[in-house]
């Protein structure tokens, strides 16, 4: 079993950067991804960004390709999740995850088998 606690969630102004830390413990050799996803009230939770663990490749979605950037420490088991210009619309909770099996599908929430708390991030205009 591996659990994630995320930590480094506020009240930011729009423009603003802000840096989302996701810590990993317990079996943390048997991560292949590690995704950060988002739920805004009333919306439906939506895919941010993901890494491989091993190979730290990326991915991103659309809306925020160009400033945010996924990283993660090995050493450390701890994804971090870089947001700049942030906008009142990046709003939200937003989750870590991560799974335990290697999969090409790294944007849907169902890949996933291991989730954080959540921290909440809000970005006054």
């Known amino acids: 079993q591996v659990q994630l606690v995320e930590s480094g969630g506020g009240l930011v102004q729009a423009g603003d950067s802000l840096r989302l830390s996701c810590a990993a413990s317990?079996?943390?050799?048997?991560?292949?991804?590690m995704g950060w996803f988002r739920q805004a009230p009333g919306k439906e939770r939506e895919f941010v960004a993901a890494?491989?663990?091993?190979?730290?490749?990326?991915f991103y979605a659309d809306s925020v390709k160009g400033r945010f950037s996924i990283s993660r420490d090995n050493a450390k088991n701890t994804v971090y999740l870089q947001m700049a210009s942030l906008k009142p619309e990046d709003t939200a909770v937003y989750y870590c995850?991560?799974?335990?099996?290697?999969?090409?599908?790294?944007?849907?929430?169902?890949?996933?088998?291991?989730w954080g708390q959540g921290t909440q991030v809000t970005v006054s205009s």
């Open positions: 890494i491989t663990w091993n190979s730290g490749n990326t």
């Open positions: 317990g079996r943390t050799f048997s991560m292949h991804a």
């Open positions: 995850a991560t799974r335990t099996y290697v999969s090409a599908i790294f944007s849907s929430a169902s890949v996933y088998n291991t």
